[in-house]
């Protein structure tokens, strides 16, 4: 089980600063080493000149059954492979 990347958000900002201390603190939050070695190795690296706007939000068209409760996907933005709006090939 992955924390949701809404939840990685305070800790984004502290782990581009690269400290000890921003490492503690993003642990103290996610609490799953796998979680916080992604965050630090890959996608801090990957987020470090981007000021926010870290996740995207997409809603599903089909409502979860049981509840009929609406559901929706967050991604982040700019992974590897992705389609970029406006690129040319």
Aim: with cysteine.
């Amino acid at each position: 089980h992955i924390s949701p990347p809404l939840k990685t958000h305070p800790s984004k900002s502290k782990i581009k600063k690269g400290s000890l201390h921003a490492r503690r603190q993003a642990d103290a939050i996610l609490h799953q080493k796998t979680v916080l070695t992604k965050l630090i190795e890959v996608l801090g690296p990957r987020y470090a000149d981007r000021d926010g706007g870290y996740t995207r939000i997409l809603k599903l068209s089909q409502n979860r059954v049981g509840d009929n409760a609406k559901m929706s996907v967050i991604e982040y933005v700019d992974r590897p492979g992705e389609i970029s709006c406006g690129s040319s090939s």
